[in-house]
């Protein structure tokens, strides 16, 4: 009897499930706010721009007294797990093949988080434009990867599991390009991802990742995360301020788009909007429990121990639905079953529901139990034996103690009630399928927004090789900005400012002799920033001041150069401090390393006779000649033949339509032929040198002069005769042949006594030709290169370059830097009976001169700013300081308020002790006549 009851039971519990994940319903949404309402409706209106007001049938969704908590599509359905996918800490679920891994070093002008390419199973893309490299994911976000699902799908951490059925162990893993370096007890092992069924990384803190989730995506503890899945097994979560609208047809739905970019992901998420089936809602501060992994799992049914635990769905995969209603989000358990799980020391409550789900009809009987640590001693919450699913328990919220010093732990516990099970229920526990509904753990939101400011200097990947400085919790405050720049791949930037006065970042940097700059990737957007500039000190002398470009649509500014060449050869102690004007002097880095050239324009081949000796392909004779040259020194001359190498070290420069940063379009060679009818010049991409005659010359990667001697490769004619004298090629790459790698170079010389080559060149945009050296631009005004003009008999220099102006201020005072519009600076000798005298001048009558000074001030010492100023004869000027952008003095400086020519001023600076000080000392425009200021003491004094 015992044996068909069970059979029974078992058959009419899967027969629920098969059964669909929901009765019809009569309306497409069913969702709940936060203040507990319930609402059905037919359609959402006005959700194709992220400007409107959306609303659920003539209900607003985003009223800002009663905001939606959840939406449920209940037309689609919900989807299984994917075949292949990765997994992230938060929960979120991407499905796809990981196809490589990233460092994120491979460019010094935009430095990526180490991350792995992943080609979307789903689609993710804007239509008509195409992500060809994958969508990049941060591994420190990932918790496990997929590529061919097994049947268990338990977390395993430190696991690998082979395609063959084999799994291993490893104490800690590194990524490669296409697979990982285990470390296991036996020593290292290389695994290739085509070998990989999944792999489970080692067990972290998931309130780590959380809190990192948030610093990432500049999220403060306000706002809003939203929590997003799809029909097609995609589950994302980011914050409402990465969250975009966007309509191909007005108000045809299935052209909305719904674009956000979560913490995980550098790129943005581009979803259809009729594919969102589910979308949950909530405040930093109150963290669903589903978002958070068991540290300990444990399953006891003795009838079925394959029906494990589920997140967000009920313990066979279907919609969690308990006491008539559904659910937004929680676990689907058979008892008996304990989840346990790690908290933060900010957790300060628990909210949750309970029932048992609508597949238990009738029947079932479970008691839950909630422990604050593990099941053990007296419990925060006991239910009543619950029977059958037309009840749902409302705990409200249970208060957390205060964490103690071992981790605090919750376990939610559901039990079978085997013992004390109530005359008439089911005798087993095959009907007793529990629904956890909607349990939330609610935070301390200045203990949590402390956790997320603790986090924030390290979310600035350009910052990685770079220290810091200190201030508690932490020196940069941090905005999500929306980046236009590249129409086609817009995407969210962190953007960064001081959190007082002045960031500052050092690290000793060693000088190879092939370095020539110090590259710094900076911008501020045009919009919601305010001016900010960055001085540069080398060993303590300020060796460069810069006011950060803006990006502009369409526009990345060039980075900023620092010449490094004296350094060559030496350690030197770097200092980069950022300062700013107003209230948001945020900035967006990208990179600050050192580099071989300009990222705008590089040479290729010009006077390098080692370049020659790379060229090992092909069966001419190829030679360094400084007899036939165009310009410099020397040639590359060649015999009949071919010659080249589709891998050059060092190439692999990115061609593209708009290019960025370190990213290119033009090419400008010189070549001359001597007897013969031909010559050709190879462009090898990805490691190809080009494709063989196919008649269409965009084919070919190859240029050719000439009557045509050889049909090699498709290639494209820039004149009909070869040339005879030097004749000087411009070429379109993009234009010419579309995006691609240029890897190598190859030279051809099909007929007659030789070929020639010379001054081959790279550029990001035309017009940075005019900044190479050629014939008739042998010199060229660089405004890296300090250039200082003396006038020995007024006994005074004078510079009015970017360069030579931070030269002249450095020597004055090796810490003070002038950055921004100024006519210029001069440095006498003796001005007004004192020595060594800095003049300044205003660029103009709307602008001030600005003299900017980073200090750290001593916490135990009150300090003084000493200055002593002078005017020119028949002029005055406007004398404002400021500290951290608050005024301290303004006055007037002329005959009338000097003595003896100078005024000497005391400025008090005791209220800001201890902390970072960002002074400003503004030679201001008066009366536009004769406005230069002359300084002959700017010092800080402790009395």
């Known amino acids: 009897m015992r044996v068909c009851f069970l059979i029974a039971a078992t058959a009419a519990c899967c027969a629920m499930h098969r059964g669909g994940a929901l009765p019809a319903a009569e309306l497409r949404y069913a969702a709940q706010f936060m203040n507990g309402q319930r609402r059905q409706g037919?359609?959402?209106?006005?959700?194709?721009?992220?400007?409107?007001?959306?609303?659920?049938?003539?209900?607003?969704?985003?009223?800002?007294?009663?905001?939606?908590?959840w939406i449920h599509d209940t037309t689609l359905p919900l989807a299984d797990p994917p075949e292949a996918y990765v997994e992230f800490h938060n929960g979120d679920r991407l499905p796809g093949q990981v196809a490589t891994y990233l460092a994120g070093t491979e460019s010094h002008y935009r430095r990526w988080p180490p991350h792995l390419l992943v080609a979307a199973d789903v689609p993710l893309d804007w239509p008509d434009i195409a992500r060809p490299r994958g969508l990049p994911v941060l591994t420190r976000f990932v918790r496990k990867v997929v590529w061919q699902r097994r049947q268990d799908e338990r977390f395993q951490p430190g696991t690998v599991f082979f395609r063959d059925g084999r799994q291993v162990e490893f104490r800690s893993l590194r990524w490669l390009s296409s697979g990982v370096r285990l470390l296991l007890d036996q020593g290292a092992?290389?695994?290739?991802?085509?070998?990989?069924?999944?792999?489970?990384?080692?067990?972290?803190?998931?309130?780590?990742?959380?809190?990192?989730?948030?610093a990432t995506a500049a999220c403060d503890g306000g706002g809003t995360l939203m929590q997003l899945e799809t029909t097609d097994g995609l589950r994302v979560t980011a914050p409402s301020d990465r969250f975009q609208a966007f309509s191909r047809g007005g108000g045809d739905r299935n052209q909305w788009f719904h674009m956000l970019q979560p913490a995980w992901s550098a790129e943005p998420l581009w979803l259809r909007y009729r594919s969102i089936a589910q979308r949950r809602y909530f405040r930093p501060d109150e963290v669903p429990l589903t978002a958070i992994a068991p540290d300990q799992v444990v399953q006891r049914s003795s009838l079925d121990a394959g029906w494990t635990y589920r997140v967000d769905r009920n313990v066979k995969g279907g919609p969690l639905r308990s006491g008539g209603q559904l659910f937004g989000w929680g676990f689907g358990a058979q008892a008996d079953n304990e989840l346990e799980f790690l908290l933060p020391a900010c957790?300060?409550?628990?909210?949750?529901?309970?029932?048992?789900?609508?597949?238990?009809?009738?029947?079932?009987?479970?008691r839950a139990f909630v422990f604050a640590g593990p099941k053990s001693g007296t419990p925060l919450f006991a239910s009543k034996h619950l029977i059958g699913s037309t009840e749902v328990l409302d705990v409200g919220v249970l208060p957390l103690p205060a964490a103690s010093n071992a981790t605090p732990r919750l376990t939610l516990v559901v039990d079978a009630a085997r013992d004390d099970r109530p005359p008439g229920t089911d005798p087993l526990e095959v009907r007793d399928t529990f629904d956890w509904l909607q349990p939330m753990v609610e935070l301390d939101p200045a203990a949590m927004k402390l956790e997320i400011e603790r986090r924030q200097d390290r979310q600035v990947y350009a910052w990685q090789d770079w220290v810091v400085g200190r201030i508690e919790p932490a020196a940069s405050r941090a905005i999500s900005l929306f980046d236009t720049t590249n129409a086609r791949a817009p995407e969210y930037r962190l953007n960064v400012a001081p959190v007082q006065g002045f960031l500052s970042l050092t690290r000793k940097m060693t000088i190879?002799?092939?370095?020539?700059?110090?590259?710094?990737?900076?911008s501020r957007f045009h919009e919601n920033t305010t001016p900010a500039c960055i001085r540069v000190a080398f060993n303590g002398q300020a060796v460069g001041a810069f006011e950060v470009p803006v990006r502009q649509p369409g526009n990345e500014p060039d980075p900023l150069l620092v010449p490094v060449e004296r350094f060559r050869g030496h350690t030197v102690h770097v200092e980069l401090?950022?300062?700013?004007?107003?209230?948001?002097?945020?900035?967006?880095w990208r990179g600050a390393t050192l580099a071989e050239h300009a990222p705008t324009r590089i040479r290729l081949f010009d006077d390098d006779p080692a370049f020659i000796s790379e060229l090992t392909a092909g069966d001419a004779i190829v030679r360094y000649d400084e007899t036939a040259k165009y310009f410099g020194t020397g040639c590359l001359k060649m015999t009949?033949?071919?010659?080249?190498?589709?891998?050059?070290?060092?190439?692999?420069?990115?061609?593209?339509e708009n290019p960025g940063v370190g990213e290119f379009r033009f090419l400008r060679f010189a070549w001359k032929k001597v007897g013969g009818k031909q010559i050709g010049l190879n462009l090898a991409h990805d490691g190809v040198m080009g494709q063989r005659e196919t008649g269409d010359p965009r084919t070919g990667f190859a240029y050719e002069a000439g009557q045509p001697q050889r049909n090699v490769l498709a290639t494209m004619s820039v004149h009909p005769r070869a040339p005879t004298e030097w004749q000087v090629v411009t070429r379109d790459l993009y234009a010419d042949f579309g995006p691609f790698q240029l890897t190598g170079m190859g030279f051809v010389c099909p007929d007659g006594e030789a070929a020639l080559f010379d001054q081959i060149l790279l550029v990001r945009r035309f017009e940075d030709f005019d900044r190479l050296p050629g014939p008739g631009r042998e010199k060229i005004a660089d405004p890296s290169v300090a250039v200082i003009q003396e006038n020995i008999e007024q006994g005074?220099?004078?510079?009015?370059?970017?360069?030579?102006?931070?030269a002249l201020v450095g020597e004055f005072h090796r810490e003070l830097c002038l950055p921004g519009p100024v006519q210029g600076v001069w440095l006498w000798k003796k001005f007004q009976g004192r020595d060594h005298v800095l003049a300044t001048h205003p660029a103009d009558q709307q602008h001030a001169c600005i003299l900017r000074w980073p200090v750290s001030l001593p916490p135990s010492k009150p300090a003084q700013l000493r200055l002593s100023v002078s005017h020119a004869p028949q002029g005055d000027w406007q004398?404002?300081?400021?500290?951290?952008?608050?005024?301290?003095?303004?006055?007037?400086?002329?005959?009338?308020?000097?003595?003896?020519?100078?005024?000497?001023?005391t400025i008090d600076l005791a209220r800001f002790a201890g902390r970072n000080v960002a002074l400003e000392l503004h030679n201001h425009p008066n009366n536009w006549s004769n406005e230069a200021a002359f300084w002959s003491r700017v010092e800080i004094a402790f009395p």
Not at 189 to 214: G, I, K
Not at 512 to 522: C, I, M
Not at 881 to 900: F, Y
């Open 42 to 69: 037919q359609e959402i209106h006005d959700w194709q721009d992220t400007k409107a007001r959306p609303r659920l049938d003539d209900k607003a969704l985003f009223d800002a007294g009663d905001p939606v908590r």
């Open 796 to 806: 005074m220099r004078f510079a009015n370059t970017p360069a030579g102006i931070a």
């Open 577 to 588: 401090a950022q300062m700013g004007d107003g209230l948001k002097p945020y900035i967006d």
């Open 347 to 366: 957790a300060r409550g628990l909210r949750t529901q309970l029932g048992l789900d609508h597949m238990a009809g009738s029947g079932g009987c479970v």
């Open 512 to 522: 190879l002799p092939q370095h020539t700059w110090l590259a710094l990737a900076v």
């Open 189 to 214: 092992r290389d695994v290739p991802f085509d070998d990989m069924a999944e792999v489970h990384l080692p067990r972290t803190s998931p309130w780590e990742a959380y809190f990192d989730q948030l």
């Open 640 to 656: 009949p033949g071919e010659s080249g190498q589709s891998r050059l070290p060092g190439w692999n420069y990115a061609i593209r």
């Open 879 to 905: 004398l404002i300081v400021k500290a951290n952008a608050e005024t301290l003095h303004d006055t007037v400086i002329s005959a009338g308020t000097v003595k003896e020519g100078w005024a000497d001023l």
